[in-house]
């Protein structure tokens, strides 16, 4: 596989930006050698600056569930972006939105557009502890959300992959206000609201988890959370910047029936732009400025284009049986992937909801955290690149979920699976 172009451009990009990216997970760092850079992606396929093809299971990191480049999504974006890039006074796009999400998940009474996921869940805790006036946030090991300070505490995603999950440059006082909680643990849960529940403005949780990995509730777990949280006037925080519109049309909160106060999302609501959005009940969501007291703003929020690319996503996964499909497409991946790795004879297994996915180079099953740091990584790696050389970008991190989107078919899945039967035998060596 020639790599010149994406080499060159790696070796000045390192000169420049740090670690030669501008966010860590993509720069390969826990897998080994060099990011390809890409060149342009259409459907289920990126490709790269040396002409290479592969079939993507990262789609931006989820942003892409309708396929890279959809016409629909493409044609929005040019329509709107005729009239001007961006205005500084409200357009009509924002409305159509915020009245999209309402409806789509209708735990979010009112809503607030913000440019990332970062600032979704960042503004929200502000809410939580704003309207509680407590202080203390509940998060849970292995969760990313997003690079605030008051999340970089036992984080997921990158910071796991490099081994940073407390970062330098949070303040101890910061810091020591949240805790944190094994994800699925039913007894742990309950122990941290007896000591602290009057402290808790609000408990953030990925409901599914996909920055450790991919981890799935266990059944009433969410359910224990919310009363918990009731109980003890603790704001419930579902941060669905990678599950919102993704497990279901709703969200993870429709999948599993749960009412969160508030929730956060981004990712796909921007169909591959810069956007996040946080929510919830109407008298909380009033008390953000300048309806009330608690600050937030942004220079760019509500941006037109970006609403024309997100709205041009929502509608597309709107149409029935979208949700459905991208569950068969997953079980098909990773019923594919598993049945090659036994044949393999490696021990190999996988977590899935629809449309994203965990790959673990273990026996399962896997349910905490624990389980999901107990992957053997060296074999992942190994894994990644033999995929990489035979056409298949997976997510270059053992602790990343993979997402599936429509525009991948059976012919891509037969592709990966192909591709998986070799890369199998090499890692069994
Ligand atoms: N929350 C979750 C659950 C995420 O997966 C991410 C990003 N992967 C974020 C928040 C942060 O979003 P962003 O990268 O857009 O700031």
């Not at 020639?2 to 740090?18: G, K, Q, V």
């Not at 002409?51 to 396929?67: E, K, L, Q």
Request: hydrophobic residues 45%.
């Amino acid at each position: 596989m020639n790599n010149e172009h994406s080499h060159d451009l790696f070796t000045r990009a390192s000169r420049l930006l740090p670690g030669g990216v501008n966010s860590p997970v993509r720069a390969f760092k826990s897998v080994g050698g060099e990011p390809f850079f890409a060149r342009r992606a259409e459907g289920a396929y990126l490709y790269d600056v040396d002409g290479n093809r592969y079939v993507d299971y990262v789609g931006s990191w989820g942003p892409m569930i309708a396929g890279h480049a959809h016409p629909q999504v493409l044609d929005a974006v040019a329509r709107t972006m005729r009239d001007g890039l961006s205005f500084g006074v409200p357009n009509a796009l924002e409305v159509t939105m915020a009245e999209a999400i309402t409806r789509i998940v209708p735990s979010c009474e009112m809503v607030r557009m913000v440019n990332s996921g970062t600032e979704a869940t960042l503004s929200a805790i502000r809410v939580a502890r704003g309207a509680t006036g407590r202080n203390r946030i509940v998060k849970f090991e292995g969760c990313y959300h997003g690079h605030g300070d008051s999340f970089l505490v036992k984080a997921g995603s990158g910071v796991m992959t490099l081994g940073l999950p407390n970062s330098p440059g949070v303040p101890a006082a910061l810091a020591d206000l949240t805790l944190t909680l094994p994800y699925n643990d039913f007894d742990a849960a309950t122990a941290l609201f007896a000591e602290f529940g009057a402290e808790v403005a609000g408990l953030i949780i990925e409901p599914v988890v996909g920055n450790a990995n991919c981890i799935l509730p266990r059944e009433g777990y969410l359910q224990h959370l919310r009363e918990l949280c009731t109980q003890h006037g603790a704001l419930l925080i579902f941060d669905e910047v990678m599950t919102g519109f993704r497990v279901a049309l709703g969200g993870a909160q429709q999948r599993y029936g749960i009412t969160p106060d508030l929730s956060t999302f981004g990712k796909i609501i921007g169909g591959g732009m810069p956007v996040g959005a946080y929510g919830g009940r109407r008298d909380l969501m009033a008390q953000v400025a300048p309806s009330g007291p608690i600050y937030q703003a942004g220079t760019l929020s509500g941006n037109p284009v970006a609403m024309a690319a997100g709205l041009a996503t929502l509608e597309l996964i709107q149409e029935p049986g979208f949700h459905d499909a991208l569950e068969q497409s997953t079980h098909a991946l990773c019923d594919g992937l598993e049945a090659a790795a036994r044949e393999a004879g490696v021990a190999f297994h996988t977590t899935r909801a629809p449309g994203m996915f965990g790959l673990y180079f273990r026996e399962g099953p896997v349910e905490m955290f624990a389980d999901a740091l107990a992957s053997d990584t060296g074999r992942f790696n190994r894994f990644f690149h033999a995929m990489l050389e035979r056409g298949v970008y997976l997510a270059p991190s053992a602790f990343e979920a993979g997402f599936v989107s429509s525009a991948h078919g059976a012919a891509e899945i037969d592709y990966t699976v192909n591709a998986a039967r070799e890369a199998f035998a090499m890692v069994r060596e």
